[in-house]
């Protein structure tokens, strides 16, 4: 999301700042002990001479006679050691502060998923697809090709595995095809570092005819996937109702993602400088995908990924998952997706949209609030409304009540879609006849 460069600017500063910390106390230490063992630092120090009154009391009072002592100014063993204290602390959360984090951030609830999957979600094939513009986009299928397809697109700075929570489900009914948006994963962005809507949603189009070209398909995405769905449908409408039989919108928007978050009254008005922040980084991009690094190793990437996309009910591993794809993102292209999104507004499509639509909110969503679904859900003509009670990644918090959702949605469009497609034929055979 656009406003995530407001949280990336905080994380590199902490980041840096803690390293920085715990640079300094630690040279600030060895000098110390340098010091103490080598030679004592001295100064001197005005000692006053003592004189005897007239009435014969002994007083100290400032005289000529005033004596000058050197005296050490060694620092004590405690100050040497507690500086030793600070470096070993900060140096020690910049390398293992998502210890402690995942100590204090653990749900008590567990699940049999990997934070990848690999191990239980291996692939039937990989597939990758060239564009014209240089992207190279990697996709994965699950399943074979006898049964309706779920073509499912991940939302920004994420990749294909963040769809791992919900294949055992989704793959025991459905042919399932998941794929990394340009730039992201193992897909290779464009020459011309075109990060628009309309790019992305062009892209899909390419993998749909790719590995659905004649249905029947479910298009599935979550946050700018459901924003590329609607350009999509603007785009390449011809494709619903036909190849495209019904969409299914996770926690996404319609409009200006900086319009549509808990802090819009803030950020919207700031966007001229959210829009300053991104242009600078994209020359910045080494620098700041080594402070995502950085903030994922010691702990503060996995607290915003909390604050931002979790309610509590998450395990650590998807925390976890979550902190490193963030951290692994290349903030050159994150950044001009955010510029893509910003230009986004599909309000007059909806409308137009042809095919049943399942739109999913999450109750605790920061990031695309509920009412932003609730707008979708009244331009639509065929909506379908489900809400959780999660927060922008509730499709994992919640997998198994989304994948539900979903599969039960799956269900009755394709049964429709069996129905009238027997009913056509008979129509057919009954005219020939």
């Not at 590199?12 to 630092?41: E, T």
Request: hydrophobic fraction near 40%.
């Amino acid at each position: 999301m656009p406003s995530s460069v407001l949280r990336t600017l905080l994380l590199v500063l902490f980041s840096w700042g803690l390293l920085g910390a715990g640079i300094y106390f630690a040279y600030d230490a060895y000098h110390s002990f340098q010091q103490n063992s080598s030679q004592q630092a001295y100064q001197q120090v005005l000692v006053p001479a003592p004189v005897v009154a007239d009435d014969g009391l002994r007083r100290d009072v400032r005289a000529p006679a005033d004596q000058i002592v050197v005296v050490p100014t060694g620092e004590s063993s405690w100050s040497r050691w507690g500086k030793v204290a600070a470096a070993v602390l900060c140096l020690g959360l910049c390398l293992g502060g998502r210890m402690p984090a995942k100590a204090l951030m653990k749900s008590s609830q567990q699940k049999s998923v990997n934070a990848d999957g690999s191990h239980e979600h291996l692939p039937h094939s990989t597939f990758e697809v060239i564009r014209p513009d240089g992207s190279r986009l990697h996709g994965a299928v699950f399943g074979n090709g006898q049964r309706p397809t779920l073509l499912l697109t991940h939302g920004w700075s994420l990749d294909s595995s963040a769809w791992n929570y919900m294949l055992a489900s989704l793959t025991k009914q459905y042919r399932v095809v998941v794929w990394d948006l340009a730039g992201l994963g193992k897909s290779k962005g464009p020459k011309n570092n075109d990060y628009s809507l309309g790019k992305l949603a062009d892209d899909l189009n390419a993998i749909l005819e790719r590995v659905s070209p004649t249905g029947p398909a479910i298009l599935i995405g979550h946050s700018i996937g459901g924003m590329t769905q609607q350009t999509f449908c603007r785009l390449h409408g011809d494709k619903l109702g036909g190849t495209v039989k019904g969409l299914v919108m996770l926690q996404t928007t319609y409009t200006n993602p900086l319009s549509t978050n808990m802090l819009a009254g803030v950020v919207k008005p700031l966007e001229p400088l959210v829009s300053l922040i991104n242009l600078m980084m994209i020359p910045l991009a080494p620098l700041l995908w080594l402070s995502n690094w950085q903030s994922y190793f010691n702990g503060s990437l996995h607290t915003a990924a909390r604050l931002e996309s979790f309610t509590g009910k998450q395990t650590w591993e998807q925390l976890d998952h979550s902190a490193k794809l963030g951290a692994k993102a290349w903030p050159g292209v994150v950044a001009r997706g955010n510029f893509g999104m910003m230009k986004f507004n599909e309000e007059a499509t909806l409308p137009n949209v042809n095919v049943p639509v399942l739109v999913v909110s999450g109750a605790n969503d920061r990031l695309t609030l509920p009412s932003a679904s609730k707008h979708i859900e009244g331009l639509l003509p065929q909506d379908t409304p489900h809400s959780h009670a999660g927060g922008h990644l509730g499709h994992w918090e919640y997998n198994d009540q989304v994948s539900n959702a979903i599969l039960t949605f799956a269900q009755q469009v394709f049964t429709d879609t069996s129905n009238k497609s027997r009913a056509k034929d008979l129509l057919t055979d009954q005219l020939s006849v």
